[in-house]
């Protein structure tokens, strides 16, 4: 499984990979790493791929996912500042996902591109599989996690994500 995500870095959108073991799920607690003094948190969706595709077009690219889920992507920005991307993107449980749900709920939410630019993107570097996961940042500004806060995601009254800050 990749997670394969896009975050604003600098002026431009760019592709980050993050190894299985960035996730954090199941409502666990978010430890903010002892090695970092301002990790910052953006919310982002989650695409869920259901099926094996190289070289997508973006108009085929909604058949390529099946579900999506409310996502927190979180960064080391003090690391990323200092030039240290893999440590300040890709650390252990940076990013907390939420319930998986209909791709219609896409619809509701201001991304830095479209699910399908996403899999277009992804599909020409290399081949997706059922399975990974991809996540795009929204269009928001990072901001400064608190110990002790809760963030949650609700939708209808059914909680999608929630996650306490420690």
């Known amino acids: 499984m990749k997670i394969i ?6 002026t431009e959108v760019q592709m980050v990979l993050k190894g299985d073991s960035s996730l954090l799920v199941n409502r666990k607690p978010f430890f903010i790493p002892d090695w970092s003094s301002d990790v910052r948190m953006t ?15 973006a108009r085929f690219a909604s058949r390529y996912y099946d579900a999506v889920a409310p996502g927190l992507n979180m960064q080391a920005a003090d690391m990323v500042a200092q030039g240290k991307w893999t440590e300040g993107w890709a650390f252990d449980y940076s990013l907390v996902v939420g319930q998986f749900v209909s791709p219609e709920w896409l619809g509701e939410h201001s991304l830095l591109i479209t699910a399908d ?25 990072a901001r400064r996690l608190v110990p002790e806060e809760e963030i949650s995601v ?3 009254n059914n909680e999608l994500l929630y996650c306490k800050i420690k």
């Open 5 to 10: 995500g896009f975050s604003q870095i600098g």
């Open 43 to 57: 919310p982002c969706v989650v695409l869920r791929v259901s099926r094996l595709g190289k070289h997508v077009s």
């Open 117 to 141: 630019e996403a899999i277009e993107w992804v599909s020409k570097v290399m081949t997706i599989r059922q399975g990974d996961m991809i996540y795009i940042d929204c269009q928001a500004d």
């Open 154 to 156: 609700q939708k209808e």
